[in-house]
């Protein structure tokens, strides 16, 4: 079995086609076939099943797409630690939350930027659910998600914690209202967001109903709906307050034993710390240390 069979078969599970394959490869569609056939014939098991629109994975495919992706990092992390002379250069990879970048990350991303320019930093965004699928599956080098989390693969660490708070329209002046709004929705970040679950317990305490959760993958396009009356949110404070020093929304402090989250930043357990990691780890540990926690009443 060889890194190119696998890169192939990776492509080709990706990208649903053999030959939307070969021309990300490089290659003619007949090498394609080839290698996959070969890896077939080695694993002794089929690895793809055709349709009107191209191939899919079958089960055995499915089961070893993870260990493709581990194997190619392997591969790639065994030629970085070969040439890594302890100056942070090369790729780093990291994922995040949408509000931990909004928030936290854009001066740290900044400040890292200029401090390490030979590092290629690619930084992609998403839910934690997501991103602990991401790094686990080695597509992230790291990621900042909410915690807690609990994997078996993974190391943490908290950076930065947050103070979360409910945001509704301006005319919400208590929480004890929502009780007595007709079709409350929320209106939250796609399925997998950890501030999403933190709000739906929240409600259930209250004995509040909601109708079907509203999602979207943008903090203004939540913030635009809550505004307009639409359904409420929860995310952090610093966040929300300038939407809400604006008029746009009206903020309520949560109970203390639900106001505050960490923000971690996890890493698989296995994988190679290059200079730049480190470096990075290093300027985020700086960072967390000097952004602490609003000052938040409570209820």
Request: glycine content about 8%; proline content about 5%; aromatic content about 6%.
């Amino acid at each position: 079995m060889e890194l190119a069979d696998l890169k192939t078969f990776e492509a080709v599970a990706r990208l649903g086609s053999m030959n939307r394959a070969a021309t990300e490869l490089h290659t003619v569609q007949s090498n394609i076939t080839a290698r996959i056939r070969g890896l077939e014939e080695e694993l002794g098991t089929q690895l793809f099943e055709r349709h009107a629109r191209g191939v899919r994975p079958t089960p055995a495919g499915q089961r070893i797409l993870p260990f493709v992706a581990r194997i190619g990092k392997l591969m790639a992390e065994a030629r970085a630690a070969a040439q890594d002379d302890g100056v942070p250069s090369g790729a780093l990879t990291l994922g995040a939350l949408e509000t931990a970048t909004a928030l936290r990350l854009s001066p740290l991303l900044t400040g890292f930027a200029r401090a390490y320019p030979d590092v290629r930093m690619a930084v992609t965004a998403g839910s934690t659910a997501s991103l602990v699928r991401d790094v686990v599956a080695s597509r992230f080098d790291g990621a900042f998600v909410a915690g807690p989390v609990s994997h078996p693969d993974l190391n943490q660490e908290r950076i930065f914690t947050e103070q979360l708070v409910l945001a509704t329209s301006p005319g919400i002046r208590s929480l004890n209202e929502l009780a007595h709004v007709s079709d409350l929705r929320i209106v939250v970040f796609q399925s997998g967001c950890s501030y999403r679950q933190r709000l739906e317990s929240f409600l259930a305490t209250k004995g509040i109903v909601v109708a079907k959760p509203l999602e979207f993958g943008s903090l203004d396009a939540i913030v635009s709906c809550v505004s307009a009356g639409v359904g409420i949110t929860l995310l952090p404070r610093g966040v929300l307050a300038p939407f809400a020093e604006a008029g746009r929304i009206a903020i309520h402090a949560m109970p203390r034993s639900q106001a505050q989250v960490d923000t971690l930043f996890i890493h698989r357990k296995d994988a190679y710390l290059s200079s730049a990691m480190r470096a990075f780890l290093a300027m985020a540990r700086a960072s967390g240390k000097n952004t602490g926690p609003r000052a938040d009443p409570g209820i």
